[in-house]
């Protein structure tokens, strides 16, 4: 949709660079018509994110056109068009503290992308419930606040299977439905029972190494 007004949340850069550069490409090269684009970025230093946006983004071969094509107006033209927030989908409201921005983005919001996830196999229970259950769950309770929303883009990991074996047919899943066919899956009961076990371990004594494997292993089972 030309001239929207994007808010994009990722933790792998390479799928929002490659969205921005083939936004730009899939419209003929007019780069008069990319709408504004907000990144969500959990890193809270406004120079860290100034940084991020210029090394791991804008520094890309990935806007090569762009920057050929606009010159010297280039920087120029990212500022305009790309700002980078401070924010975090594992918390409400993701956190957006300022609540001058929160509302300026609920009011000027067309399209969230949502890209944010862990995709390690061996990531932390609590970690992994953080971003890829409780992230998607606060995006879209954001999103329901946005008054001009006309399209929320969740990108999932690449696949679920579970335990299942052989052939795994990609059938849609119903909510509170697990992976191993079991009804009954309750998000806030598995918050709490990770949030007991950190409160346990913490109380012993364990190390940050200790709790860390504690938590992959409580994912495990």
Do not use: W
Not at 33 to 62: D, F, P, Y
Not at 98 to 108: E, P
Not at 114 to 140: C, P, Q, S, W
Not at 165 to 170: N, R, S, Y
């Amino acid at each position: 949709m030309k001239g929207s007004k994007v808010l994009q949340q990722y933790s792998d850069r390479s799928a929002s660079k490659t969205l921005d550069q083939h936004k730009h490409n899939r419209d003929g090269g007019d780069e008069s018509e990319i709408g504004r684009s907000s990144a969500l970025e959990r890193r809270s230093s406004v120079r860290e994110r100034r940084r991020g946006l210029q090394h791991e983004i804008l520094g890309k071969e990935l806007f090569r056109l762009l920057k050929e094509t606009l010159g010297e107006n280039f920087n120029s033209f990212v500022s305009e068009k790309l700002s980078v927030v401070a924010g975090d989908i594992s918390e409400e409201n993701l956190y957006l503290k300022d609540s001058t921005l929160r509302d300026h983005i609920y009011n000027q919001t067309d399209v969230i992308l949502n890209m944010a996830a862990t995709t390690k196999f061996d990531e932390r229970y609590d970690v992994a419930l953080d971003i890829n259950t409780f992230g998607v769950k606060h995006v879209l309770n954001f999103a329901q606040k946005c008054t001009k929303l006309k399209v929320l883009v969740h990108v999932s990991t690449a696949y679920v299977c579970g335990e299942k074996e052989g052939l795994i047919l990609e059938d849609p899943h119903q909510m509170g439905v697990s992976l191993n066919g079991v009804p009954g899956l309750d998000i806030e009961m598995e918050m709490k029972l990770v949030q007991q076990k950190l409160k346990q371990l913490r109380h012993e004594g364990a190390t940050e190494h200790e709790i860390k494997l504690a938590m992959k292993d409580l994912g495990i089972k």
